[in-house]
């Protein structure tokens, strides 16, 4: 009986197989932003398979992958024909397509030429509105290949980016130039056309990397869809990036062992390191312990923002004069990429340390006055306009609240809030504003609450980010947004469906969650009517319409809790 089964087994796999082949779409490009990449991955998957299902090809997974200079989808056991379906189309009347003898009339003839069907193979069915002669119709499926020449340029256009570009006379818009097309199904190239450029089964290997006779730089013959991956890295391409996740993070641990210390953990960053590289290799690096005069957050936001670097900890959370670059070479001798990282990293942090040390020099009391020359918005005045109305409005929300003792520090940290924009510091680091200010504020002299307020100012920095903890800086934090959020909708700049160039909609969820998780009992309505108060007072008052502005009618008239 065993031998009777095993064969039958095989032709039943061997069925299966036959009814289906892998597809491989590789777009290949110049160097992507790494952000990009995720996103582009995303909607191609969700795309292929919404579209393949339109299509009634049948598959049994749909994967997507990117690297800097690829996003490649692959469609697992995808059928090679449309499943069959029957197709039916409702024509004239009963009345209309036969005559009173039941031979066909004109209507009747034209309909089915129309449907490609014979006149007596015309049903006459009944509905609602009566007997209707209906159409119907095998569909047998067309081939795969057919239907995925179609579709692919469909799918390749359909991707968006935060920014795209045109470089060729096809005037496509992409996020970068695309320089090859693979398009595997099986062994066979899908014929398909995409920005003028042409697709074939070739694609081309790591810029620098290659192993035993590929030579870096090579373009690349791939066989099948099934060979993809294999002949990808043996040309020095780790092409899923969930490996390259894993190689990076083992990298890591590894390292920052070796350096007995603890790495940074960052996922932003860890997901920056995965799309820059292709071939990941990460190396242990060092600077001057010096350096560790300055501030941790101007030190791992110049390892972080402008280099990529991974920080190391002590265990008591002090930094180490080390750092771990990831870098998208192999090579036995790291020594030179080493040093050259080094020596990078040496140019900001002696830049950091020449801005910090500057600084310092001017109080933030005395950059407030500077703000009157910054313009916040040329329909909304200036910075110093800005900071004269969250002064204001804190106060005034910090009496509302029965906490009248802290009037003062919300009014003085509101009133250096914005200073710190004016540092060498933050000009470099644009990520420390806020933090800088308060590091800037105690080196001042200013008192506690109004240090960490400032600090706290642009809490929560992302929808589900931390919360200023103290009460000065959750009413530093709300205020600024409110006054954002009303001037804005007053000048009539508001939100639509597809933009929000002002992250309106991000300041609202951050005015939510502060009031609600801070357990604030606040009317909303006031306080925006009060910010068109001030707006008034400052000459930059539009006339309110009957009933209140848009945003004082959505507010609620309660307190929201």
């Known amino acids: 009986m065993t031998g009777i089964r095993k064969p039958r087994s095989v032709r039943q796999r061997r069925t299966l197989s036959s009814a289906s082949a892998s597809l491989v779409v590789e777009i290949g490009t110049e160097e992507l932003p790494s952000q990009f990449i995720p996103p582009a991955l995303a909607s191609l998957a969700e795309s292929a398979e919404r579209s393949l ?28 024909r449309q499943a069959p379906a029957v197709k039916e189309a409702m024509g004239p009347s009963r009345a209309v397509a036969f005559d009173s003898g039941g031979r066909a009339t004109k209507a009747a003839i034209g309909f089915a030429a129309s449907q490609g069907v014979p006149v007596e193979k015309l049903e006459i069915r009944h509905t609602p509105k009566g007997e209707y002669v209906f159409a119907v119709k095998q569909d047998s499926g067309r081939p795969a290949t057919s239907i995925l020449s179609e579709s692919i340029p469909l799918l390749v ?45 070739r694609s081309w290997g790591h810029r620098f990397l290659g192993s035993g006779k590929s030579r870096p730089g090579r373009e690349v013959t791939v066989a099948n869809a099934t060979s993809y991956f294999r ?6 391409v780790i092409v ?49 312990p010096t350096y560790l005069s300055l501030p941790k957050e101007i030190l791992v936001t110049a390892m972080k923002e402008h280099q990529g670097y ?11 004069p080390q750092f771990i670059a990831v870098t998208n070479m192999k090579c036995a001798n790291t020594r030179l990429i080493r040093e050259g990282n080094e020596r990078v990293l040496a140019a900001r942090l002696a ?33 110093y306009q800005k900071t004269e109305r969250i002064m204001a409005l804190a106060a005034r929300l910090a009496e509302e609240l029965g906490a009248s003792n802290l009037v003062n520090a919300c009014r003085r940290a509101a009133e250096v809030s914005k200073a710190d924009l004016l540092t060498g510091i933050v000009g470099e680091f644009p990520a420390l504003q806020g933090i800088m200010g308060g590091e800037y504020a105690r080196h001042d002299g200013e008192p506690e609450d109004v240090c960490q307020a400032v600090a706290e100012q642009y809490l929560p920095r992302a929808m589900d980010g931390e919360l200023p903890k103290t009460l000065v800086g959750q009413l530093v934090s709300l205020v600024d947004r409110l006054d954002t959020i009303a001037a804005f909708f007053q000048a009539g700049i508001v939100p639509t469906g597809s933009e929000d160039p002002f992250a309106l909609r991000r300041h609202a969820a951050a005015v939510v969650r502060i009031i609600v998780e801070g ?36 507010a609620e008239d309660e307190p929201l809790e």
């Not at 299902?53 to 090679?80: C, D, H, I, M, Y």
């Not at 096809?170 to 697709?199: C, K």
């Not at 991974?310 to 180490?320: A, I, K, N, V």
């Not at 008034?536 to 309110?544: E, I, N, P, S, Y």
């Open 53 to 80: 299902k339109e299509q009634r090809l049948t598959f049994s997974a749909v994967r997507t992958f990117g690297t800097p200079r690829r996003l490649v989808l692959v469609v697992e056991s995808l059928s090679k």
């Open 157 to 201: 256009h359909g991707l968006t980016f935060p920014k795209s570009m045109r470089w060729n006379q096809s005037g496509m818009r992409f996020a970068r130039p695309i320089r090859w097309l693979l398009t595997l199904y099986g062994d066979q190239v899908v014929p398909v056309e995409v920005g003028g450029v042409t697709a074939s089964n």
């Open 231 to 236: 002949e990808l890295e043996r040309h020095g």
């Open 240 to 288: 899923d990036h969930e490996r390259r996740r894993s190689m990076i993070v083992k990298q890591l641990d590894s390292l920052s062992k070796s350096a007995r210390g603890f790495i940074q953990r960052d996922e932003d960053l860890l997901e920056q390191a995965i799309f820059t590289v292709e071939y990941p290799s990460a190396i242990l690096g060092a600077f001057n």
């Open 310 to 320: 991974f920080s190391l900890t002590r265990r008591t959370g002090e930094l180490l």
């Open 351 to 383: 830049d950091a340390q020449f801005f910090f040390d500057e600084d310092r020099k001017v109080s933030l009391s005395q950059r407030v006055e500077r703000l009157k020359h910054v313009t916040f918005h040329r329909k909304l005045g200036t910075l």
């Open 519 to 554: 357990n604030l009992r606040l009317g909303l309505r006031d306080a925006i009517t009060h910010v068109h108060s001030l707006l008034q007072t400052q000459g930059l008052f539009v006339r309110t319409p009957p009933g209140g502005t848009q945003l004082e009618r959505a």
